[in-house]
């Protein structure tokens, strides 16, 4: 319905309903911001602790661990830079989101071989699967970027 279609009487009500939306995204934005910014010191933390567990017992186990946060981490400021971006009045890029997913993907495939159970070869074909999938998903966003820039 648009705004031409809502009765004059309804204006009123309507202006403080916007007002009371863009009032709670505000307050969401902050919430998400907030969110981010405890979820960098907990991946953070997380990262020390995979490092001193790699040196008290596998050093290549737990090198692939703290690689796996450190790529969480990575995630976390990617989403960072997007809420800073959409704070600042610009637009959320669906290529920010490819991205994460695909950072997702990779970490899987590199704590995949650590993990407790041993991967089955369709589990394993199924994450590389995903991943290119995303990847090329990731390179035609790219080329439509710079093909609608140019």
Same mark, same amino acid.
């Given at each position: ?5 809502? %009765?004059?009487? =309804?204006?009123?009500?309507? /202006? ?5 939306? *863009?009032?709670?995204?505000? *307050? ?14 907990? =991946?953070?933390?997380? =990262? ?10 596998? $050093?290549?186990?737990?090198?692939? /661990? ?5 790529? $969480? ?7 960072? @830079?997007?809420?800073?971006?959409? *704070? /600042? ?23 995949? %071989?650590?993990?407790?159970?041993? %991967? ?11 991943? =290119? ?8 966003? /790219? ?5 609608? @820039?140019?």
């Amino acid at each position: 319905m648009s705004q031409e279609q809502l %009765p004059e009487e =309804f204006e009123p009500l309507n /202006r403080i309903a916007i007002k009371a939306m *863009l009032w709670l995204n505000g *307050l969401a934005h902050i919430i998400i911001g907030l969110a981010l910014a405890i979820s960098v010191i907990m =991946f953070t933390w997380l =990262f020390f602790l995979d490092v001193k567990e790699a040196y008290a017992h596998n $050093l290549v186990h737990g090198f692939l /661990r703290a690689l796996g946060t450190l790529m $969480l981490l990575w995630s976390i400021s990617a989403l960072i @830079s997007a809420e800073i971006r959409y *704070l /600042r009045g610009h637009k959320l890029l669906v290529e920010t989101f490819v991205e994460v997913v695909l950072v997702m993907f990779l970490r899987k495939l590199i704590v995949l %071989p650590v993990q407790d159970a041993t %991967p089955t070869y369709e589990e394993i074909g199924i994450w590389l699967a995903g991943a =290119f999938v995303m990847g090329l998903v990731y390179i035609l966003i /790219r080329l439509a970027d710079k093909t609608s @820039s140019s």
